[in-house]
Each structure stands twice: as C-alpha cells, then as structure tokens.
C-alpha cells in the first residue's frame, strides 16, 4: 500500500516553517448564536509546562496539610498550648516491646521563630537504649518553627527503661536565657518467652569435649632438631678434618728470595745512573733480610757493629755463620755504612764489586752449601785424631 505524505507546511516571509498553534496568540472560536470570539492559546509545549506546575502545586497542597495536620493531632494528643513560645513534646511510638524490637523515639520541639533555641544532643546511649539511627527535619506550622528529631533505639536486656525528659534551652527576646523540660519517656521491654514457658528451640551450649592428642607436630619438631644439631656436628668434623689434611705450603727459602730481590736491582739500572746511595741501600736491605730469614737474626733494626756482635758463634750446624763467611759481612757493610754516613763515591767497578760481594754472601751460606762445608770441615778432623 502507498502512504501519501502530506505536503509541507508554508514557509514565512523570513524562509522559516510555520507549523499551525506553533506560536501562542488568539484563534476564532465559533458559538451557537452563529457568532465567533477570539480565545487566547498556548502552544503545545506551554500546555505541558502549566499541567505539571499544576500537578507539583497540588502534590504540595497536600503534603503541606497531612504535615500540618501531624502537628495538629500531636499537639492535641500531648494537650500543649500552642501559645506558649517553647513547647517540648517526647513520645515514644510503643509503651511495650519485646527484646531486639526496634523502637522509634521522637522529639518534636515548637516555637517562635524570634527565639534562639538549642536543640539537645544525644550520645550513643538513650536511657539505657542503643541508639541505631536517626533523622531530624525542620519545618513551620501556623507560624512558629518546628524542630524534629527521630531517633531508633533497640536492647537485649528486659525491664523498664526511663528516657529522661529532653532539656531545651532558649534565649527571649529580652535576652535572658531559659530553660525548658519534656517528659520522661518509660518503655517497658519484655522477654519473648512467656512466664512458665519452657523453650522449646533454646538450648544449653555441649559441655567441652576431649580431643585426643595428637603427637605428630611435636614428634616432627624433634627429629627436624636432631637431624640439624647432626648436621651441623658432621660439618663440623669435616671442616677440622680438611684443615688437618691441608699442609700449609713450605716458607719459600730465603736465597731465593734474596736472588729474586738482586736480580730487581740489577735490572733497575742503578750503576748506570750513578744513583748511588739508592743502590747501597737496596744492596745492604737485601743481605739484612737474607740473614733475617736465613739465620733468624733481627739484622734490619741492628747497626753493623751490634749485628757482627750477635753474628759470632761457633759454627754446630748450617744455621750459623762461618769465621769467613762473618769476614765478607763485615767488608761488604763497612763499604755500605760508608757510602750512606760519609758520602763515599765509589766508581763503577766498585760498586759492581759490591753487587757480587753480596751475591756470594748469599751463594757460600745457603743452607745446602754450609751443610757440605761443615761436613767437610768435621772429616777433616776426624783424620786429624786418627
């Protein structure tokens, strides 16, 4: 089926689309009589505006007059003269509930709006009840200020409760202060189980049951401290055992040392650069060390004359100091003491003598070669008395 489309509204003047009532105005309004009459109009979308202003104004209506008629019933329940510039009504909505019942408590406070009032305060405990919740709301009422505060209370314990009159305090208009009381509140609170009544679903809690012992943790605890007591005693042992095995190495023997500490001298090439104090003093460091660690004599921190002192001993075995070996000491440290301490200069020649004197020194008391001079000297004698 083809659906016509209507054609488009005309266009104004100024080009813009003029749909029919889009704009508020008058129209003509036929009558009976035959006549017509011009009637004011609002377009589609003020129509709408004005039924939902009227809606809202009406919904306000009648909330306005159930509050007002709230405070009306209240102030006639609670017989208060709505003459008085304070008026303090408390009111609880049961006089009896049972344990765990959540009961509403309301202060509801009505007075001239030219007075300065203190609205009391509350802490967490109202009279020996828990305070759950609470609200507050403020309105007016036949000209005068209402206050009200709501509170949800509840206990676990049964008996009467007493919630104390709420104080207010205000100040007139004269400026003197003032005080004002409600009326104390008495909710009675009941058990659930009525008297005589056994409970039926209310039972005692089981006496303590014995639970066997279980040995396992500590069985467990126990091994794991044997086994690591154990282990650290093993490692221990293997520890001392490894350091027993281990030989330290043998001390390197002092002629090496001192052919080690020679050869350094030489290749420093004193003797070329006529550095001759420096060279002595290399020269005369060495052979003091070399007998340090050869025959255990403290050479280094002795002057010549107190170390040829302790040098003199008979020769018993390859740890003493033969007759010519303390001779060839003794010149190659007179010629070393007098180059440092009286500025002797030797040449060339005699400061490569002084290289060899030392050298030798070293060559004729090694260990192995003192060993085959004291043999020899002892099958010497030992002919001699045959």
């Not at 202003?53 to 709505?82: F, K, M, P, W, Y």
């Not at 008979?314 to 500025?343: C, G, I, M």
Request: charged share 30%.
């Amino acid at each position: 089926m083809i659906r016509k489309i209507p054609p488009n509204p005309p266009f104004s003047k100024e080009g813009t689309k003029e749909a029919p009532f889009s704009k508020g105005g008058t129209k003509e309004v036929p009558f009976s009589n035959g006549g017509t009459k011009k009637v004011p109009f609002l377009n589609r979308g003020g129509a709408r505006i004005c039924r939902c202003l009227a809606i809202l104004i009406t919904l306000a209506l009648i909330l306005g007059s159930c509050a007002d008629r709230d405070i009306q019933d209240l102030v006639e329940r609670h017989d208060v003269n709505l003459q008085d510039p304070v008026i303090v009504i408390a009111w609880a909505d049961v006089e009896e509930a049972t344990i765990g019942d959540k009961i509403g408590y309301t202060v509801t406070i009505i007075f001239d709006p030219d007075l300065d009032v203190q609205i009391p305060q509350f802490g967490e405990n109202l009279g020996g009840f828990a305070i759950k919740d609470f609200s507050r709301s403020s309105r007016e009422f036949e000209g005068k200020k209402v206050e009200e505060r709501w509170y949800l209370l509840d206990t676990y314990l049964t008996g009467i409760y007493t919630i104390p009159a709420p104080v207010v305090k205000f100040t007139g208009k004269d400026g003197e202060e003032n005080e004002i009381e409600g009326k104390d509140v008495s909710v009675e609170i009941v058990s659930v189980i009525e008297d005589g009544e056994e409970p039926e679903d209310i039972k005692d809690i089981a006496a303590p049951v014995n639970l066997p012992m279980d040995y396992t943790p500590h069985i467990l605890l126990g091994a794991g401290i044997i086994v690591t007591i154990g282990a650290g005693i093993a490692t221990y042992i293997l520890l001392r055992r490894r350091e027993r095995e281990v030989e330290e190495a043998p001390p390197r023997p002092a002629h090496e040392i001192a052919y080690e500490q020679l050869q350094g001298i030489a290749e420093a090439k004193l003797v070329e650069t006529r550095e001759i104090d420096r060279y002595y003093v290399l020269l005369s460091a060495v052979v003091r060390q070399y007998l340090e660690n050869r025959f255990g004599l403290h050479a280094p921190e002795m002057t010549t004359e107190e170390f040829l002192q302790a040098a003199v001993s008979e020769p018993v075995d390859d740890s003493t100091l033969l007759q010519d070996h303390r001779t060839l000491l003794r010149d190659f440290l007179t010629e070393s003491d007098l180059v440092k301490f009286a500025q002797y200069g030797p040449d060339k020649g005699q400061m490569n003598s002084a290289f060899g004197s030392a050298k030798r020194f070293v060559d004729e008391t090694r260990a192995d070669m003192v060993r085959q001079l004291i043999e020899q000297m002892q099958s010497t004698v030992e002919v001699k008395d045959a």
